[in-house]
């Protein structure tokens, strides 16, 4: 199955499409903030035009044809304008504020001097337009600075602006839908496991009324009472996995365990049915004591299907390893093979439902315990390191038991685990 690989096509496909929106956005606010910076130099020097017109007035005739320049200034209403003298004194501004505007005109017309905050801001924008490289226009001795206007600059940054929200509505679009989704595959997994549990249960209770029936018309017949006893592990084995689909979807009961014991329990079920040339090396059962809080029916079905899967992937001979140690609070179970290894790029992967390297796999068992360890034991699984022709590390982290323990029997496989 690819499913995932397709997956993460559609979703580079998706983000190259975004891309494209953005650079053709981008493309076109440039575009016009170009255009709109050209129409503005040209305002700009059409003021300074006016005004080095205006101050050439002949003395003789200070009334002439000045309407049109005076419409030209006075139009003017997004450009800022700053006009100095040589020495970069303020002589004059427009559309630098109401204030600063109507302080700076009554300084020119022989009133007020401007404030020394006033005169002080000014001065800084000169500095900060001749920092930038920006050649102010010449008038009749007096310097003209210009800066962009609020348009131009809000229209530069409209692109970025633009491209945060389409961006915030697409994550939280795609949080949502993915919230939603989840949601109903945990619905679809709890009914599945609900009823594969309720399907399992008519049958089971007929085997066990047929084995008890064997037991009677056969009670001297040692042979088929041998097989009576085997057929009834494989019926608590059975009886075993319809529980543990049955607390799918339910909060588990969690117990105090030892970590040491529960995991002698999996390792002496999967090795007298693992094949000959496979090698199990774990840690003795009573070699420490250490207590987590687990579901140990739920637990097992965890350990289990991490090593039929190293089993798998060893195809009959290998050696199959556990781990474990304290970190903090924590306690964590290394669990290697050395098998054919995973890719570091489906190191995650591995967990999504539907995910399978095998030819008739559904790809649900680490996604089943990705569930058990994270939902059901505030735990964590991940693949800790693995290669191709490596073997593969699996590592369960789960936190350190706060109650009392309680005692548990290994007796011979986990249907035949009690609690005391």
């Known amino acids: 199955m690819n499913i995932y690989g397709q997956k993460s096509g559609w979703r580079i496909h998706l983000a190259i499409f975004g891309l494209v929106i953005v650079a053709i956005s981008l493309y076109f606010t440039n575009h016009l903030a170009r255009e709109l910076r050209i129409s503005e130099r040209q305002q700009a020097e059409n003021v300074a035009n006016c005004y080095l017109a205006i101050s050439d007035v002949d003395d003789e005739d200070p009334y002439g044809d ?119 595959q945990n619905r679809v997994w709890v009914g599945m ?46 009886e075993l996995v319809a529980e543990r689909f049955s607390k799918i979807g339910s909060e588990p009961k969690l117990e105090a365990i030892n970590v040491y014991h529960e995991l002698d329990i999996c390792r002496s079920y999967m090795e007298i049915r693992a094949p000959r ?16 809080d687990i579901n140990p029916p739920l637990f097992d079905w965890v350990i289990e299907n991490l090593l039929r899967n190293a089993l798998d992937a060893m195809e009959g ?16 179970i290394d669990l290697t ?34 569930r058990i360890i994270e939902e059901y034991h505030r735990g964590k699984i991940f693949v800790k390191k693995s290669a191709p022709g490596e073997g593969t590390t699996f590592s369960i982290r789960l936190p350190k038991s706060k109650n009392i323990p309680a005692q548990r029997k290994n007796v011979q496989g986990p249907e035949a685990v009690t609690v005391e």
């Open 277 to 292: 040339k496979v090698s199990f090396e774990f840690p003795d059962a009573d070699a420490k004591v250490l207590f987590v």
């Open 317 to 332: 001979k290998g050696q199959i390893s556990a781990e474990i140690f304290e970190e903090g609070d924590f306690i964590n």
């Open 193 to 238: 496991a609900k009823e594969t549990a309720h399907q399992l249960g008519t049958p089971i209770s007929a085997i066990i009324a047929w084995m008890e029936h064997l037991k009677l018309i056969r009670e001297n017949d040692q042979d088929v009472l041998g097989v009576v006893d085997e057929l009834g592990k494989d019926i608590r084995r059975l």
């Open 66 to 184: 000045l309407t049109f320049f005076i419409n030209v200034i006075s139009s003017n209403k997004t450009i800022p304008i700053i006009i100095t003298d040589e020495r970069d004194k303020i002589i004059w501004t427009k559309n630098f504020g109401e204030e600063i505007d109507k302080e700076t005109e009554e300084h020119s017309n022989g009133g007020d001097p401007m404030s020394e905050a006033t005169m002080k801001y000014l001065q800084n924008e000169v500095q900060k337009l001749r920092a930038d490289g920006f050649t102010p226009v010449d008038a009749a001795g007096n310097l003209i600075f210009y800066k962009e206007s609020k348009v131009m600059t809000q229209l530069r940054y409209f692109p970025f602006v633009q491209f945060l929200l389409i961006a915030a509505f697409i994550l939280f679009g795609y949080m949502g839908i993915n919230a939603a989704r989840r949601s109903e």
């Open 337 to 370: 093979d050395t098998g054919k290894g995973i890719p570091s790029g489906k190191f995650k992967t591995v967990f999504q439902p539907g995910f399978t390297t095998k030819k008739r796999g559904w790809g649900l068992g680490l996604s089943l315990a990705k």
